[in-house]
Structures are given as C-alpha cells and as structure tokens.
C-alpha cells in the first residue's frame, strides 16, 4: 500500500470464521477498522466462541441452502474459508464426500445468494488450497502453473475438489464481481493445525522426516496467512484490482527433512527418527499423501502485489511460534472483546480478589493474601486450591506490570513445573480486547506430560471458557 493511501473501511462478511485462519482474520480485520459479519452453521455458538463484536447469521446447512439474504445485503466483500477439515481423520468414501460437497456446494449456493440480492459486493475472496497443483516433484510453481491430475484417490483427489471448487466463480463474472482466490498451502500455528500435531512428538525427541524427506513442505506462518487477506481487502477498497490468483505461502518452501531439522532446532530436540511411508499409509490411508507428496509452491504474484512477508523464512516462523521463551512449553491463547474503556477493566484486574469471582468453583480457590497494599511488578500473591480434591498452595510473582496496557504473573512455587501467564488490554471498536497467553510446564517431564497432559489442557481451557462466561456477565453489552 502506498503511503499517502488513506485505508478505506469496509463491511467485511467472512464464513469459516470459527475456523484455524477464520478466528485470527476476523480479529485482523476489526484492528484494520472494518465491521465484520459472520456467517455460520450456528449464529450463536459462533459469538460466543469468537468473542468479539461482530454481526452472526446462521447458515444452518450450506450444502442445500442459500445463505440469509440480510447478511449478504451490504456487504462490501465476501470472504469464503468455511469447509471440512481434510487433515482429520480417515479419508473414508463418505467423508471425502463430505470434504468436496462442504467446499463446491457451499461456494455454490453462497455465488447463488449474491445473485438474488440487487447490489453486488464489491469483491468475493476464496480460500482455496495449493492441493490444486498435483504431486509434483520439484518443480517450481507460482499462480501461473497449470493445475495437477484430477482423480478419485490421495492428492488426485485434493486435485479435483480445488479445480471444482475454484470453478464455482465462474458465475461471479457475469455479476460483476472480482474474484480473487488465495491457494493456501500449510499454515503454521502453535495451538492448531499441522504444526500442534507435530509438536508433542518433536518434544519428545521423537521427530524427524517422513517418508525420503525430499517432499517440498509449502508452508506459511498463520500472521502471514491472514495478512495476505487483509492485504487483499485493502488493495480491492482501494479500488486496485487484486482479482485471479494469489499463493497463500511463504516465499521459501523447504523440503520435509529441512522442515523437520528446523523445528527440532526450534525446540532444542534432535529430529533424526524417520516416519516410514509405508508405516503413515497403513495407519492414515489415502490421507498419507498429505505429508508424503508435496509441492514446491513460490508466491510471485503475492509478492508482486505489494504484500510483504513478516515471516519469510521456516526459522523465523518457527522461532515465534515454539522458540525462546515458548521453548518447551505448553500455550493456551484467548481473545474476548469487552463493551467497556481499557481502564475500567484493567481496574478490575487489580483486585486481587477478583480472581476468585473468575475462577470456577471445582478448583475451591481462596487468594490468602498479597506482599503490597497494591499490585505492582514484584508483588507476590499467595493461594489456596484444590486440582482434582487435592489441596495444595500456590504462589505467583508480578513480573511485569503495565496499568491498562499488560501484565505478566508467574508461578513461584504450586503445582507446576512452570506457569507464566500474560494478560493483555488494548483498545478496539469502542471496548477492550483481551489477550491472554498461558505457558504452562508440567512436573516430570514428558512422563507428566503423557499421564496428564491431556486433563491439564483440559482443565485450563474449561477455566477459561468459565473465566468468559463471568467476564461476558459482569461487562454486559448495552441492549
């Protein structure tokens, strides 16, 4: 974007958004200034997860209906990245149907709806996938190549259902309406994806390549992912024309054996044990053609456009994700919007006893007392709970501590091997956003890890969900 361009706000409709790139999107696309409309299965389980001041609509089954007319009406740009994972489980014959029919159908009946409403949007946006290419070795592809081989079975089948779904704009054309389509390849993220299915194995010293290891990985950091469709937004209000296709990957893809070597760098664990070919094809199927062939996909257009990566290389992007001060931990992110200033809720937070009001009652937890009159950085705060029925104490340090901005409480002495919890407030759409990032170790290594990991990430993700439900009570939104 060029200096002197005074970005243009818009009505932004997004499907998928409960999604991997859906939730950090729609957040992405409130700090840029636009007003978000959701589209979903279900409006009200969609708010609640999002947790931030966008518009929902339901959209009970996308397959066989159109969407509601009210939520495409006024809508500046579509952006379509609803669809059935292709990386869970067993790629049955039913759920590869279910995985086509979620992509075509929907974008179908969403080009549909846009026909029958008497203004057109100014853009629709597709998330599609670089599966479109084929299994192709090495050679290098950007946005001009030609698709791959079409077919029934393993990466013929991602083939046909991108070439199928993609199609499904032809319409569009006649409308009047630019296509722009992003093919994104794998998105690197710490809590979901491909990257959290790696990371315990990684961990664990486990790691290392798949199969030969000569397969290209064409990867993108989740930041980036999202930056390339709000670039898009923007230049297209601008009045530019991004319409054709763009590849949502980093400009440097690197082989499985390079991928894996860097991530164990990443963590500070080797990664020399092999995953045999023909060991991922008896166990995942056909899906075993997701990490055994790939493709070497170059972002030129993106690139061209203007767009500029803030995650061009897999250390970079790995070094943010699982390196320094992540290394070896276990990270639970959240985001809740309040309707309320950043002082009045930040003021909430330093009372300590408020804890206990946000803290839900199975875990019996009492705040015994506190070093300061106030909370400062260094303040020590002293508890009393119960993990399961066994009652234990649990002391934490003010480490960091910045009025209406952050602040940082770590775990001297309790029930973890390491606890570091980062809050965080800043302003947005007339409320706070909220941000917390919990880095949590458990005692015994990976042996505690493998016994309990699994309860533990349990339990924090139910304090949270108990956590919003009070905070969403206490700061109402206006009716």
Known sequence: MKSNDRQAAGVILVTGATGLIGRALVLRLLEDGHEVRVLSRDANRAALTLGLPVQCFSWANMKTELPPREALEGSDIIIHLAGESVGEGRWTTDRKKEMADSRVLSTRNLVEGIKKVGKSPQAFILGSAIGVYGNRGNEELDESSSSGVAGSSGSAFLTQVCLDWEKELSPLSGLGVPASVVRTGIVLARDSGALAKLLPIFQAGLGGKTGSGQQWMSWIHLRDIVGIFSHLVRERLAGRDVSGIFNGTAPTPETNAAFSKTLGAALGKPAILPAPGTALQVGLGEMADLVLTGQKVLPRRT??????????????????????????????????????PVEKVFSFFCDEKNLERLTPPFLSFNVLGKSTDEIQEGTLIDYRLKLHGLPMKWRTRIEKWKPNEAFVDRQLSGPYARWEHTHGFRPLRGGTLMTDEVLYRLPMGMLGKGVAGGYVRGDVMKIFDYRREIIRKLFPAAT
């Open 303 to 340: 690139v061209a456009s203007g767009y500029k990566f803030e995650f061009p290389t897999l250390k970079a992007a790995l070094e943010d994700l699982c390196g320094g001060r992540r290394k070896g931990a276990d990270v639970l992110e959240a985001v809740q919007w309040v309707p309320f």
